[in-house]
Nanobody, 124 residues
Framework: QVQLVESGGGLVQAGGSLRLSCAAS????????MGWFRQAPGKEREFVAT????????YYVDSVKGRFTISRDNAKNTVFLQMNSLKPEDTAVYYC?????????????????WGQGTQVTVSA
């Protein structure tokens, strides 16, 4: 069992930055790959970024490459998403998720634990 709680969302202007945090509890966190997903109104939940259990491998959706950075601190049971150069198209509810395995994964089916989501709104 892993519990995830996101924080750090908010309202920013285009070009601004936010850092999302995901606080995790549970014994399996350190061995779980982690992911960030987002869902805009009327849209399907979309993969954003993933990081392996050790933090050694990351993968991003093309639309955020060069702007977003996923990282984790296993000692603190926390995963982060640093979001720079934000665009209005990034507006969505962002969800943190823990995978069933330790390798990176981009599909929602690979994740069995999800946070409640945090709203990110980017104004033009």
């Amino acid at each position: 069992q892993v519990q995830l709680v996101e924080s750090g969302g908010g309202l920013v202007q285009a070009g601004g930055s936010l850092r999302l945090s995901c606080a995790a509890s549970g014994r399996s966190f350190s061995r779980s790959a982690m992911g960030w997903f987002r869902q805009a109104p009327g849209k399907e939940r979309e993969f954003v970024a993933t990081i392996s259990w050790s933090g050694g491998n990351t993968y991003y959706v093309d639309s955020v490459k060069g702007r977003f950075t996923i990282s984790r601190d296993n000692a603190k049971n926390t995963v982060f998403l640093q979001m720079n150069s934000l665009k209005p198209e990034d507006t969505a509810v962002y969800y943190c998720a823990a995978a069933r395995v330790g390798t990176t994964a981009i599909g929602t089916a690979a994740y069995n634990y999800w946070g409640q989501g945090t709203q990110v709104t980017v104004s033009a």
